[in-house]
Structure formats: C-alpha cells, structure tokens
C-alpha cells in the first residue's frame, strides 16, 4: 500500500508514536526500525498533528494551548516554496519585510520575529534581521508558534517563534532528485538520498544548487547548500544524532537600501520594476556552518534525557553602494550615493539538555518536562568608507537612467564597527496536568540570566538582566473531536540603549493572552483554528530629542505597544482530492502618546490578511494535479516629511496568485509547471523602512522530479 493512500489517521498515529514514545527500551529491533522509517514521510496534506515548538511534553497541536500553524514538506515542494521567505508569507498572520534584497524582517502580530529555532534548539537573535535567505530543501516541516514562547526560547517577542525541523535519515532507502529552470535564467538542482548503513545505523545527504539572474537590473545569485544526517542506536536504550549544514549564497549587485519613495514635491515615485540602485562592482556574500549533536537516553518506558550541542558560524563580506535623497519630480536629479565595505563574523555555542516523560496522580496520566540551556553568542563587524572619491561618484544620474557604472570605491576611510559577546543561562519547567477527563492545565516558567559586553559604533552594548518568564494554560474537550483553550504568558526583551545617566534601560516586557478553539473535522483529515490574542510591550527605547546631543543620544523607556485581533486557519484534506489551506488574520495595533513609532507600526503593518493554498488531483485526468496559492493583505502607508512637505506613501491592498500544474508520467518521474505572480501584480516589497524596492512581476518555473 502506498503512502498515498494510506489513511490520514493512521499515518497521524503512527507520527505520534514516533515522536513521543521514540525513547521506549522495550521496542523490539524491528519496531524501531518501522517506527523511523515512518517519520517524515510526503503525503498530499496539508496539516501535520505534531509540533515540539511550544513544549517539550510530546503533545498534539490540538493539545497545545496555542495557535499553531505548520508548513508541511508537501506543501514546500507543491509550490515551490524554496526559502524561508517564501514559506512565512504563506503563513497565517506573518507579514515578510524584505527591506532589501538580501536582508529580511518577519513580523507577526505587530512584533518582530526573533525567535527561530532549528529542531527546537533556540538560535539567539539580537535584532531579528535574516541576511542572505534560508534554503528549505533540507526541512521535513516550518513550525510557527504565534504569541509569545518565551518558556520555550528565553528573551524574544510577543510575535511568534519559527522552528526549522531538519529532514532525519531513514531505515528504508530512499532517493529524490529535481532539476528545475525557470525566468531570468533561473537554475536549480536537488538531490536527497537516505538510507540505513545496517539495522541501528541510518544517514542522509541533501545537495541543493541554484544559479540566477533576477527582474532587478545587475542582479545575480548562486546558492549551494550541502547537508548531511547520522542517526545511531549505540545501545537498545541510546540514540545519536549529528547533522552538518553548510550554505554559502554569493549576491552580485545587491540592494543597500532601496528606492525613494516620493519626489521633492511630495508625489509618490513610481519606478519600473526593474529598476536597482545597486552598482555594478557591489556584492553581498554570505557564508552558514551549522553542526548539531543531540544524545538521548531512555529512562524506562516513558522517560527519557535529551542533550543537544550546535556550534554555528555565519560570516558575510561585501562591498555595497547605498543610494539616499529626495529626487526631483521634474528632472529626477538629487539622489546620492556612497560606498561601504562590510564584514561581519558570528559564532554561537548552544546547548540544552532537559528530561520529559510521564507520571501518575490522583488516577491521572500527567506529563514534566524540565531542563537546562545555555546560548553564548559572539560577534564583530567592521565597516570601511570611501572619502577620497567622496559622496556623489560624481552626482547620481536619474535612477531610470543608471546602468549601475560607479566609480570603484577606495574602501579604506572611517573604520568601524561591532565586537559583542552576550551570554544567556536559563533553568526551565513545565507540567501538563490532566485535572479531569476533559481538562488538562499547562503551567510552567523559565528562568533566564542574560548578559552582554562590547559595544557597537560607539555605542555601549554592556549590560544585564535576570528575568523569571510565567506560563499557564488550559485546554477543555468537549468531545474528542472539539476543544477550547486559554492561555497566558510573558517576554523580555534585553536593550543596550542608555538613559541620561549612561545606564542602560531596563528590557522591554510584555505579556500574550490567547483563547482558541480548535477542532478535527471529516474523520481527522482537517483541522480547524480560531484564535483571539492580546499582546503588549512596554519599556521600549525611544530617542529623547529635548537631551539628545549630535556626539549622544539619550534614551528613555516609553509606554510601548499593544496588539489585539483574531486569527483564523483551516488546514488538511476537504475531498479525497482535495487539501487546502486556509487563514485570515485581523490584527489591530495601539501604542502609548509617547510612542512615536506606534502609529509608524501601526500603518506598515497591514490590518488583514488572507493566505489559501490548494492542490486538486483531477479525477478525470490520471497522474495530473493543479494548484493554486493566494496571499493578499490590505492597504498599508508609511507617513514622512520631506523638509516642510508631508508625503505619505500608500500601498494599495493586493493579491497574488501563483499558480502550480504537476503531472506523474510513472510511480518514479513527474513534471511541475509554476507560474508565480499570475495576475502580473505590482507592489512594493515593504514599508518598513522609508525606501522601498518592488516585487518580481509574473514568471514561470519548470522543473523535472524524480523518486525512487
């Protein structure tokens, strides 16, 4: 029987057996081998019933007193959702700010995301900013926890946390290959291969290359990726896991910054699509080294210790040109540009260990889980500027009329930059208690003790904080198929600014507080979430502009920001032939008078979102399957002056629908055909910052899937 037509049900149980009882000492040779071949397997569906992000107790997504959205392998291949970028705007309420071409922000309920983890491990992140992209070829799933984790991730925000699952070996051979082309001499290949060295012994190899030119004017990437799994039994009751990613991605002629977004009379810009102010000699390198080590140890039939160590580097070199001014609305002239060579270097050191399993009381089953983590991060950058040439190189000429020829830079003026050590130890608990049949209470804390030194540009970055994070939640069942939820917890945010006296501010913190409903329809094949959220932060850093001075800016903590809205998703199979993925998402946001960017927020920040995705197998129409993805969000604006003029820039609400046909000629070959952009859309990328560039207009993708 094929994995195709094998029952949902079945298949979620059998998932669930992997992923909560996979430390049992009694399992038989044989049923550990069934039990990890079944792990990770690609099924038409989109809805997955388990994700570690919000606890460490083994517990269903129903179970879990949080919305929960997760990005199935089948629905990354379906669409060719190749980056992370890709996969987050196919997520319920995130919002992608891709500010430039090669750096990104992630925002959800109002919030930066700063949260991500990979296999649950916390990867510390000061800013939340991705540079380069996230290949997703080497992940079985996306898991995204809206609302605040920060029992799970320590300091972050009350947005969301986003858990990268790496794909695992397996016990039975498996092999997957792709070649793909598509617009603006797009290359890609994929290979995946998995398979036991002998009964206690499994490893995997995933090799990604991608080559292509872009719709922006000069630029130009080449991306390789390399990934390699062990898993082991070394004993009946111990297993090892070691997993190697190494990704470098090459940018020529990327965006720093990006376009103007009005023109000296306050009008709006309206550039072709194409259009780049990135030179011609520019270029943005970015170059990921990940290893992870994870040992687990059985401790009779329920228990088990899990330790896991990563040892991660990420180093980027580029030389870059920047364009800022306010062009003329008659001539296009008054733009500027300067040049900066930056490098930057970081190294992290993580490593968890914690224990989980069951017990009983009072005639319940109950689940604890409890552990200990640490996370030290080190980083330094430098930048260097050309004065000898001087700003201009020589004046910018209109930005339809550049071709990108600028003056090569003497990259060796006004050295500066970061070194930064910040350290975080943090002791967790958690514990699930059954109360009665239909109630069970999630209660739990994380204790974290973080600190930082060095400085950044001449800015302290020295400072401390210990802070105590509570989380409680309940979830109710009125049948097996219904349930409500409620739950509540806090966040921390660190913050090096300093006040008038050069002490450092206290860190932001902020609360989350969710109800839910959440039901399984149709025999289990489909999963339903409402959601109502409230989430806020105070004690955030603002310039205080009547102390500042031109050599130090006086920081304050103003009020902050308050997110309240609703969020609702549908995800698994309608039909037999039928999966589909539905949210939409409401979001409204407030902040205090002395927040100045609260309205700034609010305004970047679309109010709704709607995102469908579905994949119909034609039954008329053997081995052929279309699809359809949909993502639209509403009107944004971002309000600036331009000297006495002030000019809002408005994003109109749009939509974009790409589109996917796949045809299986036999069990091992199929072709896939992806249009993205149907409709030929013209939008800006973001309005996070005050410049904006747009996004790619409407372009196709072939590609040629092979499976043993």
């Known amino acids: 029987m094929s994995i195709k037509h094998f029952p949902l049900s079945k298949i979620a149980i059998l998932c669930g057996v992997v992923l909560s009882q996979q430390a049992l000492a009694e399992e038989s040779q044989d049923a550990e081998i069934e039990r990890v071949a079944v792990y990770g397997q690609h099924h038409k569906n989109y809805i997955t019933e388990q994700a570690a992000s919000a606890s460490k107790l083994g517990i269903t997504i129903k179970e879990t007193p949080q919305s929960i959205s997760v990005v199935s392998r089948a629905m990354m291949d379906d669409f060719s959702l190749d980056d992370i970028n890709a996969v987050l705007e196919s997520t319920p309420g995130v919002t992608v700010e891709q500010i430039e071409t090669d750096r990104t922000y992630f925002k959800a309920r109002g919030f930066d995301i700063t949260n991500f ?162 030179a011609d000699w520019s270029y943005w390198n970015n170059d990921n080294e990940h290893v992870f080590v994870e040992l687990e140890q059985s401790l009779g039939t329920s228990w088990f ?39 930057y270097k970081d190294q992290q050191n993580l490593f968890d260990v914690y224990a989980t399993g069951d017990f009983s009381l009072f005639g319940q089953t109950h689940n604890l889980s409890f552990g200990v983590s640490s996370a030290d991060l080190n980083y330094q950058d430098k930048s260097l500027y050309d004065f000898t040439t001087g700003n201009g190189f020589p004046a910018m000429p209109p930005l339809e009329d550049f071709d990108g ?143 500042s001075t031109p050599d130090n800016t006086v920081y304050y903590a103003a009020e902050g920001i308050n997110s309240d809205g609703y969020e609702l998703e549908l995800s698994g199979r309608l039909t037999q032939d039928l999966s589909a993925s539905f949210s939409y998402s409401h979001v409204d946001i407030e902040a205090g008078d002395d927040a100045a960017d609260g309205k700034l927020v609010r305004d970047y920040t679309p109010e709704d979102q709607v995102k469908v995705a579905l994949n119909y197998q034609v039954p008329f129409f053997d081995g052929l399957s279309l699809g359809a993805n949909y993502r639209w969000q509403a009107e944004t604006s971002r309000d600036q002056s331009n000297g006495t003029i002030p000019t809002t820039t408005k994003q109109s609400a749009y939509g974009l629908l790409d589109l996917v046909a796949t045809y299986q000629f036999t069990d091992n070959v199929s072709a896939t055909f992806n249009v993205n952009n149907a409709t030929d859309e013209k939008y800006i990328h973001s309005l996070y910052w005050a410049q904006g560039y747009y996004g790619a207009p409407r372009n196709y993708a072939f590609s040629v899937n092979w499976q043993l």
């Open 117 to 278: 983890q990979i296999d649950g491990l916390g990867i510390p992140q000061e800013r939340g900013d991705v540079h380069g992209t996230l290949d997703t070829s080497i992940y079985d799933r996306i898991e995204i926890v809206r609302g605040a984790n920060g029992i799970m991730t320590g300091a972050g925000n009350p947005a969301a946390t986003v858990n990268m699952v790496l794909k695992k070996p397996t016990y039975t051979t498996q092999a997957s290959a792709s070649a793909s082309v598509g617009s603006w001499g797009k290359k890609r290949i994929e290979a995946d291969v998995s398979g036991a060295i002998n009964d206690k012994h499994a490893v995997r190899a995933v090799l990604t290359k991608q080559k292509a030119d872009s719709y922006l004017d000069r630029y130009a990437t080449d991306l390789t990726l390399g990934y390699l799994a062990y898993e082991g039994q070394l004993t009946d009751t111990t297993k090892l896991s070691i997993n190697y990613v190494r990704q470098t991605k090459d940018a020529d002629s990327p965006l720093w910054g990006a376009l103007p977004l009005f023109y000296d009379d306050g009008t709006a810009t309206d550039f072709d699509v194409s259009t780049s102010t990135a």
């Open 305 to 343: 210790v899990r330790a896991r160590y990563a040892y991660m580097t990420n180093e980027q070199d580029s030389e870059l040109f920047y364009v800022y001014g306010t062009p003329s609305a008659e001539t296009g002239l008054g733009l500027t540009g300067y040049a900066s060579e930056y490098d």
């Open 405 to 547: 020829n600028a003056p090569i830079p003497t990259l060796e003026d006004g050295l500066n930059g970061s070194v930064v050590e910040a350290d975080q130890r943090s002791a967790y608990a958690q514990a699930r208690f059954k109360i009665i049949d239909p109630l069970a209470v999630l209660v739990g804390g994380r204790y974290t003790d973080w600190e930082s030194t060095g400085s950044a540009y001449g800015a302290s970055k020295v400072n401390s904080a210990e802070e105590f994070v509570p989380y409680v939640g309940a979830v109710y069942d009125f049948t097996d198929n219904y349930s409500m939820y409620a739950s509540y917890t806090e966040t921390f945010a660190p913050q090096s600014e300093q006040d008038l006296t050069g002490k450092a501010l206290d860190p932001i913190t902020g609360e989350s507080k969710e109800i839910g409903f959440k039901a399984e329809l149709l025999d289990g094949q489909l999963f339903a979430t409402v959601a109502l959220f409230d989430a806020r932060q105070v004690g955030i850093a603002l310039a205080d502009t009547a102390l």
